[in-house]
Structure formats: structure tokens, C-alpha cells
């Protein structure tokens, strides 16, 4: 009985197929990991070093006011006027534009006291100045805090600091207060758009509403704040508005 031969040819081919079946699977493990450690600075490392350094601008722009303010974070009475705001104001004043002495520097504090939110203001809405900072930033070409039209702000939902993660968590009544270093406004919820079209610049307006879905928005002109961001979560597809009317405003005590 003949005992079949392999031939080298054989062997040699096989064993290059081997080789290369394990160098691919080390290359695919390479890649997971490389793609987990990616995941994972987006998901964490970027989360902690933006709200640390913005929680550092609120502090740093609270003791160059000389004003702490600390006690309007409070979750636990969101429906109530934050300390040293003024009684409400059907028509307050118009002030003079508090804008920063440089591009991108934060000039003013947003506090969310149901979301126990607090954070800077930058002019703005650039990724890599302020918003992958942790910022909320200001709509160029929006009325600054106070004035009549639209103050508007945009912030991430996810990543870097995620300071809008739960925008939608917001309902009608909530309190939003905006502190400069000269006065104090007080805005209250009226409206949660829940998703709408990146391109919706009608959301921004003077008097803001809706293009895509008329049905939500203002008719008359007013002080009003509009808070943006992304949704759903970890996609940039809608968009996710908030509403508020100024209610209260004057100088900071």
C-alpha cells in the first residue's frame, strides 16, 4: 500500500496561510482595542477634563465678580426665583451688551436648577474653542442675555463635558437664570421642541419658531432664551430645543 506524499510546495503554502490568518486576527484585536481606547477617551476623558475645566472658568469668573452665587444650583426647588433675583418684569429695560474682552472667552454663567447645571458662557459656537470645552455658546448674530429678541445657546448632548445631556428633562415652568457680571436674568420654560431639522435656523430667530414644525414657537416679539442640541443621543441628526421667556432681571446683588 503507497503511502501519499505532500509535496514542500504544499506545506509551504499552507503554512504562509497560516501565518497569515494569525497576522489578521492580531490585526483585528489591534484594531478593537485601539477603537475601545478611542471609545473610551470620547466617552470619559473627554467628559472629565471639559467639566473640570469649565467648573474651573465658573469659579474663576465668580470670584473676579466677587459674587459666589453658588446656592442657585439647587435642584431640589426649581420652580422658585434663585436668590437675589429681582420680582418679575413684564417689560425690563434694555442693557448694554455684556460681550467678552476676547473671542471664545466665557463672560457669563448658565444655571439649570433642575438639571443642577451650571456652566460658562462663550461667544460662539465653535467646537474646538467652546463647545468641546464644556461650554454653552453664544449664536452669533442672537441678542446677548436681556435684551429684547432671541438670546440663543448652544452645548453638546454627549462628549466633552455634555453639559445639554438632559435638555429633556426640562418642562414648562423650570427656571433658567444667565448671570453676567453686572446683572442677573431669569428666564422661564415655556417649550420643549423634542426633535426638529438641523437646518431649522427658524428655532434661532428674532421670534423664534419652528420652519419644519410651525406649531411650535412665538408669534410676537419678546425676551426670549433658546437652548440647542443634539439628538438622540450620540448622533448629531435633529436638533432638540428649549424655550424660555425672560421673567425677572436686574443687577447682581
Known amino acids: 500500500m503507497r503511502t501519499p506524499l505532500v509535496e514542500h510546495g504544499t506545506l509551504r503554502r499552507r503554512a504562509r496561510i497560516r501565518r497569515a490568518v494569525l497576522g489578521g486576527a492580531e490585526l483585528l484585536v489591534t484594531v478593537g482595542v485601539l477603537l475601545l481606547l478611542l471609545v473610551a477617551h470620547q466617552l470619559w476623558w473627554t467628559n472629565r477634563e471639559a467639566k473640570e475645566g469649565a ?28 436668590p437675589g433675583a429681582d420680582s418679575p418684569l413684564t417689560d425690563p429695560p434694555d442693557t448694554t451688551p455684556e460681550t467678552p474682552s476676547s473671542p471664545d472667552t466665557p463672560y457669563a454663567i448658565l444655571t439649570i436648577p433642575r438639571l443642577t447645571l451650571r456652566v460658562p458662557i462663550a461667544e460662539g459656537t465653535g467646537k474646538r474653542n467652546v463647545l468641546d470645552k464644556g461650554y454653552a455658546g453664544h449664536y452669533l448674530h442672537t441678542q446677548q442675555p436681556g435684551q429684547k429678541g432671541n438670546f440663543a445657546l448652544a452645548g453638546h448632548r454627549n462628549t466633552h463635558g455634555e453639559p445639554f445631556r438632559h435638555l429633556d428633562r426640562l418642562r414648562k415652568g423650570d427656571l433658567i437664570t444667565v448671570e453676567t457680571r453686572t446683572a442677573r436674568y431669569t428666564y422661564t420654560v415655556d417649550t420643549v421642541l423634542p426633535r426638529t431639522s438641523p437646518r431649522d435656523t427658524g428655532v434661532i430667530g428674532p421670534v423664534p419658531r419652528s420652519l419644519t414644525r410651525p406649531s411650535y414657537g412665538y408669534d410676537a416679539p419678546g425676551r426670549y432664551l433658546t437652548l440647542t442640541t443634539c439628538t438622540p443621543e450620540y448622533t448629531s441628526r435633529y436638533r432638540l430645543v428649549v424655550w424660555g421667556t425672560l421673567t425677572s432681571g436686574g443687577p447682581r446683588r
Do not use: F, Q
Not at 63 to 78: F, I, L, M, Q, V
Open 55 to 82: 467648573e474651573r472658568r465658573v469659579e474663576a469668573l465668580e470670584r473676579e465678580w466677587g459674587d459666589p452665587g453658588a446656592s442657585d444650583t439647587g435642584a431640589d426647588s426649581p420652580h422658585t426665583d434663585p
